[in-house]
């Protein structure tokens, strides 16, 4: 499946240590968990969630006495779960309306995958006999509004636009009113992507909120964060920046498929309490998926 297929790179590597390590230990012992660490650290899985995660790991192993490596192995894949389940009861389900206009903002950096994640994201709702529109809001970003254009045209649904350089609040105005009008069921918002100045960007989303609020009651219904998980514990940094600038629903991890790190995920989860809901593993129309605990662990060891 695509998940499995996705995680390729992170498997070969990360699996492959594990493995290597389990066959040449006899014993678990303080070395075996050093090593497992620093496996675990290459992978991105991040400083706490190391710790967490090797501390449950001593724990279960001396409560249920295990002597030999390989049975570590399953271990580590529940602690994995648990880990993520664990850190916040958040639902991992987009919050859609239904029967009335669902409202879903995206806020990233440039070149994270945001546009690709729109129009990946216009392709399903589309598929599911939903009627779509984009709202191309990042107006600063050469190119951007074209880009936009082209997922548009590719996938069959209408794009909302102004010039380059116009106020995105406006073409968010005039976005809202288009979907009110040809009862849209699913608006999804592009927005510019800077990061260098954060009082500005938090401005401007701001500015992009209050009329999405104004127009319709309740939305956004999501404001989805997509982070590149190829940019590692940078990718960490750039959360923690928008989760200052705006209220982040979700985070959509693009670009799993290019990264033998694929523990990020696990970070995330764990120091954000932010949920990943969306997965990016390919570059086409249908490489998005659900964000599954439990099959991105399977993933991982399968
Ligand atoms: P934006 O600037 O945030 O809108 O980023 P784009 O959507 O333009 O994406 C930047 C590049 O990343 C493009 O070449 C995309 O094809 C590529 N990309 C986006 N998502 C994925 C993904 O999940 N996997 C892979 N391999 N490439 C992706």
């Known amino acids: 499946d695509k998940f499995k297929e996705g995680l390729t790179k992170t498997r070969n590597s990360f699996t492959g240590r594990v493995n290597d390590l389990v066959a040449r230990y ?3 012992d303080e070395d075996f968990f050093e090593e497992l660490e620093e496996i675990l650290f290459q992978a991105d899985v991040g400083y706490e969630t190391v710790e967490m995660l090797i501390d449950e790991l001593k724990m279960e192993v001396k409560r249920k006495n295990i002597q030999d490596p390989a049975d570590v192995q399953s271990v580590i894949s529940e602690k994995l779960v648990d880990i ?3 850190a916040s009861s958040a639902s991992v389900d987009l919050n859609m309306q239904e029967g009335s206009l669902t409202v879903i903002l995206f806020v990233g950096v440039n070149g994270v995958g945001k546009t690709t994640t729109i129009g990946k994201l216009a392709h399903r709702f589309k598929q599911e006999g939903k009627k779509v529109i984009l709202a191309a809001g990042d107006t600063f970003r050469a190119g951007a ?4 254009e082209v997922w548009g045209e590719r996938v069959g649904v209408e ?3 102004q010039a380059a350089g116009s106020d995105p609040a406006a073409v968010m105005f005039d976005s809202l009113q288009a979907a009110k009008a040809r009862g849209a069921d699913v608006l999804l918002c592009d927005t510019a992507g800077r990061l260098q100045n ?12 209050r009329v999405i609020e104004r127009e319709v009651p309740g939305a956004p219904h999501e404001v989805l964060l ?3 998980a190829t940019t590692g514990q940078n ?6 920046t928008f989760k200052e600038a705006t209220d982040v629903t979700g985070i959509v991890l693009s670009k799993l498929d290019g990264t033998a790190k694929g523990g990020i995920v696990l970070a995330i989860r764990n120091e954000l309490e932010i949920p990943v809901k969306l997965v990016g593993l390919g570059e086409k129309m249908d490489d998005l998926q659900e964000f599954d605990p439990e099959k991105y662990v399977y993933g991982l060891f399968a």
């Open 226 to 228: 997509v982070l590149d």
């Open 145 to 148: 509004i074209e880009q936009l």
């Open 84 to 86: 993520y389940q664990g």
């Open 198 to 209: 954060k009082v500005n960007l938090m401005k401007e989303l701001e500015k992009v909120k």
């Open 235 to 240: 990718a960490l940094i750039q959360a923690k």
């Open 26 to 28: 006899r014993k678990v």
């Open 159 to 161: 794009v909302v636009k």
